[in-house]
Protein backbone atom coordinates (compact mmCIF):
# COMPACT_ATOMS: atom_id res chain seq x y z
CA UNK A 1 0.00 0.00 0.00
CA UNK A 2 1.50 3.55 -1.13
CA UNK A 3 2.41 5.71 1.63
CA UNK A 4 0.50 8.77 1.79
CA UNK A 5 2.13 11.97 0.47
CA UNK A 6 0.53 14.04 2.87
CA UNK A 7 3.77 12.55 5.20
CA UNK A 8 6.46 13.83 3.68
CA UNK A 9 8.37 16.72 5.03
CA UNK A 10 7.24 15.35 8.79
CA UNK A 11 9.48 16.08 11.32
CA UNK A 12 9.74 13.95 14.41
CA UNK A 13 10.84 15.68 17.95
CA UNK A 14 14.43 15.38 18.98
CA UNK A 15 15.24 12.15 20.88
CA UNK A 16 17.36 11.75 23.88
CA UNK A 17 20.13 9.64 23.74
CA UNK A 18 22.79 9.49 26.66
CA UNK A 19 26.28 7.72 24.99
CA UNK A 20 27.59 5.45 27.67
CA UNK A 21 31.28 4.14 28.10
CA UNK A 22 29.85 0.73 28.33
CA UNK A 23 27.73 1.03 25.03
CA UNK A 24 30.91 1.84 23.62
CA UNK A 25 32.99 -0.65 24.45
CA UNK A 26 29.88 -3.55 23.62
CA UNK A 27 29.80 -1.58 20.23
CA UNK A 28 33.70 -1.54 19.65
CA UNK A 29 34.10 -5.44 20.52
CA UNK A 30 30.71 -6.22 18.24
CA UNK A 31 32.13 -4.74 15.53
CA UNK A 32 36.06 -6.43 16.43
CA UNK A 33 37.80 -3.09 17.11
CA UNK A 34 40.54 -2.85 19.87
CA UNK A 35 41.50 0.62 19.34
CA UNK A 36 42.20 2.12 22.38
CA UNK A 37 40.54 5.29 22.34
CA UNK A 38 37.19 3.14 22.24
CA UNK A 39 37.79 1.95 25.91
CA UNK A 40 40.78 4.21 27.65
CA UNK A 41 40.12 7.69 28.91
CA UNK A 42 44.13 8.56 28.62
CA UNK A 43 44.40 6.76 25.25
CA UNK A 44 41.44 8.82 24.00
CA UNK A 45 42.89 12.27 25.53
CA UNK A 46 46.37 11.43 23.98
CA UNK A 47 44.52 11.95 20.55
CA UNK A 48 43.57 15.14 22.10
CA UNK A 49 39.86 13.80 22.69
CA UNK A 50 37.88 15.50 26.22
CA UNK A 51 37.30 11.18 27.07
CA UNK A 52 36.86 8.10 25.68
CA UNK A 53 35.05 8.57 21.94
CA UNK A 54 32.89 6.33 19.22
CA UNK A 55 33.64 4.17 16.07
CA UNK A 56 32.08 6.22 13.42
CA UNK A 57 28.81 4.55 12.45
CA UNK A 58 28.23 4.00 16.49
CA UNK A 59 26.21 7.46 15.56
CA UNK A 60 23.60 5.38 13.78
CA UNK A 61 22.00 4.14 17.02
CA UNK A 62 20.67 6.91 17.93
CA UNK A 63 19.59 7.48 14.16
CA UNK A 64 18.00 4.03 14.12
CA UNK A 65 15.70 5.13 16.67
CA UNK A 66 14.32 7.50 14.85
CA UNK A 67 13.68 5.36 12.06
CA UNK A 68 11.94 2.90 14.36
CA UNK A 69 9.90 6.32 15.27
CA UNK A 70 9.06 6.62 11.90
CA UNK A 71 7.85 3.73 10.83
CA UNK A 72 6.01 2.86 14.27
CA UNK A 73 4.12 6.26 13.24
CA UNK A 74 3.60 5.12 9.43
CA UNK A 75 2.38 1.67 10.68
CA UNK A 76 5.24 -0.42 8.56
CA UNK A 77 6.70 -3.22 10.43
CA UNK A 78 9.89 -3.80 10.63
CA UNK A 79 10.71 -7.12 8.49
CA UNK A 80 9.50 -4.84 5.40
CA UNK A 81 11.78 -2.22 5.90
CA UNK A 82 14.99 -2.28 3.56
CA UNK A 83 18.44 -0.08 4.23
CA UNK A 84 19.04 1.31 0.74
CA UNK A 85 21.96 3.35 1.61
CA UNK A 86 23.43 5.34 3.93
CA UNK A 87 25.50 8.77 4.43
CA UNK A 88 27.12 10.36 7.56
CA UNK A 89 28.74 13.66 7.35
CA UNK A 90 30.53 14.18 11.12
CA UNK A 91 31.10 17.25 12.59
CA UNK A 92 33.17 15.39 15.84
CA UNK A 93 33.20 12.62 16.75
CA UNK A 94 30.96 10.46 19.22
CA UNK A 95 32.07 10.93 22.71
CA UNK A 96 31.18 9.47 25.95
CA UNK A 97 29.00 11.09 28.47
CA UNK A 98 27.28 13.02 25.26
CA UNK A 99 23.73 13.86 25.60
CA UNK A 100 22.63 13.44 22.29
CA UNK A 101 19.56 15.05 20.37
CA UNK A 102 18.26 13.46 17.23
CA UNK A 103 16.13 14.84 14.76
CA UNK A 104 14.28 12.73 12.42
CA UNK A 105 12.71 14.23 8.50
CA UNK A 106 11.02 12.24 6.03
CA UNK A 107 12.18 14.39 2.89
CA UNK A 108 11.12 12.31 0.16
CA UNK A 109 8.85 9.74 -0.63
CA UNK A 110 8.89 8.04 -3.69
CA UNK A 111 7.66 4.69 -5.81
CA UNK A 112 9.88 2.64 -7.67
CA UNK A 113 8.94 -0.90 -8.81
CA UNK A 114 5.61 -1.16 -6.43
CA UNK A 115 7.96 -0.39 -3.12
CA UNK A 116 8.29 2.79 -1.47
CA UNK A 117 11.32 4.37 -1.47
CA UNK A 118 11.85 7.00 1.66
CA UNK A 119 14.51 9.55 2.09
CA UNK A 120 15.15 10.44 5.62
CA UNK A 121 17.01 12.81 7.23
CA UNK A 122 18.44 12.48 10.83
CA UNK A 123 20.21 15.44 12.80
CA UNK A 124 22.47 14.42 15.69
CA UNK A 125 23.52 17.36 17.91
CA UNK A 126 24.89 17.33 21.62
CA UNK A 127 22.90 19.07 24.47
CA UNK A 128 24.69 22.31 23.86
CA UNK A 129 23.15 22.38 20.32
CA UNK A 130 26.42 21.83 18.76
CA UNK A 131 25.92 19.46 15.46
CA UNK A 132 27.29 15.73 15.77
CA UNK A 133 26.52 14.59 12.44
CA UNK A 134 23.75 14.17 9.91
CA UNK A 135 22.93 11.04 8.42
CA UNK A 136 21.07 10.68 4.84
CA UNK A 137 19.28 7.55 4.54
CA UNK A 138 17.53 5.65 1.70
CA UNK A 139 14.85 3.19 3.10
CA UNK A 140 12.53 0.90 0.79
CA UNK A 141 9.42 -0.59 1.94
CA UNK A 142 8.04 -3.78 0.63
CA UNK A 143 4.01 -3.75 -0.41
CA UNK A 144 1.91 -5.96 2.42
CA UNK A 145 1.18 -8.00 0.46
CA UNK A 146 4.26 -10.01 -0.71
CA UNK A 147 4.25 -13.43 0.67
CA UNK A 148 7.31 -14.41 -0.13
CA UNK A 149 7.99 -17.89 -1.74
CA UNK A 150 7.74 -21.18 -0.17
CA UNK A 151 6.62 -21.33 3.05
CA UNK B 1 45.06 18.75 -8.08
CA UNK B 2 48.50 18.98 -9.95
CA UNK B 3 50.04 15.26 -9.59
CA UNK B 4 53.49 16.28 -7.94
CA UNK B 5 56.22 13.56 -6.75
CA UNK B 6 55.79 14.93 -2.89
CA UNK B 7 52.01 14.25 -2.83
CA UNK B 8 51.99 11.71 -0.15
CA UNK B 9 48.80 10.37 -1.79
CA UNK B 10 48.38 9.64 -5.74
CA UNK B 11 44.65 8.72 -7.16
CA UNK B 12 44.64 5.67 -7.26
CA UNK B 13 46.68 4.21 -4.27
CA UNK B 14 45.10 1.65 -2.55
CA UNK B 15 45.77 2.51 0.70
CA UNK B 16 43.90 -0.07 2.73
CA UNK B 17 43.32 -3.93 1.92
CA UNK B 18 41.71 -6.01 4.57
CA UNK B 19 39.07 -9.69 5.10
CA UNK B 20 36.74 -9.67 7.83
CA UNK B 21 35.19 -12.54 8.92
CA UNK B 22 31.54 -12.19 9.71
CA UNK B 23 29.73 -15.30 11.82
CA UNK B 24 26.58 -15.94 13.17
CA UNK B 25 28.02 -14.99 17.04
CA UNK B 26 28.85 -11.87 15.38
CA UNK B 27 25.51 -10.74 13.87
CA UNK B 28 24.17 -11.66 17.52
CA UNK B 29 26.77 -9.06 19.34
CA UNK B 30 26.11 -6.95 16.84
CA UNK B 31 22.32 -7.19 17.67
CA UNK B 32 22.81 -6.76 20.84
CA UNK B 33 25.00 -3.46 20.60
CA UNK B 34 23.54 -1.62 18.32
CA UNK B 35 19.78 -2.53 19.50
CA UNK B 36 19.09 -3.86 16.04
CA UNK B 37 17.03 -6.88 16.75
CA UNK B 38 15.43 -7.57 13.34
CA UNK B 39 14.96 -11.32 12.73
CA UNK B 40 16.23 -11.74 9.54
CA UNK B 41 19.78 -11.43 11.27
CA UNK B 42 19.14 -13.82 13.67
CA UNK B 43 16.12 -16.38 12.20
CA UNK B 44 16.66 -18.60 9.50
CA UNK B 45 12.69 -18.85 9.30
CA UNK B 46 12.14 -15.67 9.14
CA UNK B 47 14.59 -14.57 6.51
CA UNK B 48 13.87 -17.34 4.42
CA UNK B 49 10.30 -16.03 4.89
CA UNK B 50 10.82 -12.48 3.37
CA UNK B 51 13.18 -14.22 0.25
CA UNK B 52 16.72 -14.47 1.44
CA UNK B 53 18.57 -17.56 1.38
CA UNK B 54 18.83 -17.55 5.23
CA UNK B 55 20.30 -15.19 8.13
CA UNK B 56 22.30 -11.93 6.96
CA UNK B 57 24.49 -10.07 8.48
CA UNK B 58 23.28 -6.07 9.39
CA UNK B 59 23.98 -3.64 6.74
CA UNK B 60 25.45 -1.90 9.34
CA UNK B 61 27.51 -4.18 10.36
CA UNK B 62 29.22 -3.97 7.18
CA UNK B 63 29.80 -0.70 6.90
CA UNK B 64 30.69 -0.70 9.97
CA UNK B 65 33.92 -3.09 9.37
CA UNK B 66 34.44 -1.01 6.09
CA UNK B 67 34.51 1.99 8.71
CA UNK B 68 37.08 -0.12 10.77
CA UNK B 69 39.38 0.47 7.93
CA UNK B 70 39.15 3.80 7.33
CA UNK B 71 40.34 4.74 10.78
CA UNK B 72 42.84 2.23 11.39
CA UNK B 73 44.23 3.92 8.48
CA UNK B 74 43.36 7.73 9.33
CA UNK B 75 44.29 6.68 13.12
CA UNK B 76 41.07 8.63 14.29
CA UNK B 77 37.60 8.07 14.17
CA UNK B 78 37.24 11.66 14.45
CA UNK B 79 39.52 11.74 11.05
CA UNK B 80 36.22 10.24 9.33
CA UNK B 81 34.43 13.38 7.65
CA UNK B 82 31.81 11.80 5.31
CA UNK B 83 31.07 8.15 5.37
CA UNK B 84 28.37 7.14 3.13
CA UNK B 85 27.51 3.38 1.18
CA UNK B 86 24.70 1.13 -0.90
CA UNK B 87 23.83 -1.85 0.50
CA UNK B 88 23.91 -3.66 -2.89
CA UNK B 89 23.54 -7.03 -1.64
CA UNK B 90 23.14 -9.22 1.47
CA UNK B 91 25.53 -10.90 3.10
CA UNK B 92 24.86 -14.07 4.26
CA UNK B 93 26.29 -15.68 7.54
CA UNK B 94 26.16 -19.46 7.17
CA UNK B 95 25.43 -21.26 9.99
CA UNK B 96 28.53 -22.59 10.99
CA UNK B 97 32.29 -21.76 12.87
CA UNK B 98 33.76 -19.94 10.03
CA UNK B 99 31.30 -17.64 8.92
CA UNK B 100 31.71 -15.45 5.69
CA UNK B 101 34.39 -13.33 4.34
CA UNK B 102 34.14 -10.10 3.73
CA UNK B 103 37.09 -8.03 1.61
CA UNK B 104 37.16 -4.62 2.20
CA UNK B 105 39.61 -2.47 0.26
CA UNK B 106 40.17 1.94 0.13
CA UNK B 107 41.52 3.09 -2.85
CA UNK B 108 42.34 7.15 -3.36
CA UNK B 109 40.03 8.50 -5.89
CA UNK B 110 40.82 11.90 -5.02
CA UNK B 111 43.71 13.98 -3.42
CA UNK B 112 42.33 17.70 -1.97
CA UNK B 113 43.71 20.72 -1.52
CA UNK B 114 42.85 21.07 1.61
CA UNK B 115 44.86 18.27 2.21
CA UNK B 116 41.67 15.71 2.70
CA UNK B 117 41.24 12.16 0.97
CA UNK B 118 38.68 11.16 -1.06
CA UNK B 119 38.71 6.95 -0.36
CA UNK B 120 36.68 4.81 -2.84
CA UNK B 121 35.98 1.50 -1.01
CA UNK B 122 35.08 -1.68 -2.17
CA UNK B 123 33.54 -4.49 -0.03
CA UNK B 124 33.44 -8.12 -1.71
CA UNK B 125 32.23 -11.61 -0.31
CA UNK B 126 33.96 -13.84 -2.61
CA UNK B 127 34.05 -11.46 -6.28
CA UNK B 128 30.81 -10.00 -5.98
CA UNK B 129 30.28 -6.37 -4.42
CA UNK B 130 28.00 -6.36 -1.62
CA UNK B 131 28.45 -2.17 -0.54
CA UNK B 132 28.40 -0.29 -3.70
CA UNK B 133 28.84 3.64 -3.80
CA UNK B 134 30.94 3.16 -0.86
CA UNK B 135 32.60 6.35 -0.20
CA UNK B 136 34.49 8.69 2.20
CA UNK B 137 36.30 11.65 2.91
CA UNK B 138 39.09 11.19 5.30
CA UNK B 139 41.71 13.71 6.82
CA UNK B 140 44.71 11.13 5.98
CA UNK B 141 47.82 9.96 8.46
CA UNK B 142 50.35 12.70 9.16
CA UNK B 143 53.59 10.75 7.21
CA UNK B 144 56.22 9.44 9.52
CA UNK B 145 53.86 11.21 12.23
CA UNK B 146 53.93 9.36 15.86
CA UNK B 147 51.54 6.28 15.49
CA UNK B 148 50.00 6.60 18.86
CA UNK B 149 47.55 3.48 18.32
Given amino acids: ?151 | MTERGTEPFAVGDVVADQTYWITREHLVRYAGASGDFNPIHWNDRVARAVGLPGVVAHGMLTMALAGRLLTDWAGDPASIIEYGVRFARPVVVPDDDAGVAVRVAATVSEARDDGNVALEITVRVGEQKVLTQARALVRPPVPDGARAE
Wanted: glycine share 8%.
Fill in chain 1, 1 to 151: MPIDPSVVGRNYPPQPYEVSREKIREFAEAIGDRRRSYVDTQAARERGHPDVVAPPTFALIPVMRGFDMLMADLGIEFARIVHVDERITYSRAVTVGDRLQTTTRLDKVRQVAGNDLLTVRSEVRDEQGGDVCVSLATLLVRPEDEGGSGD
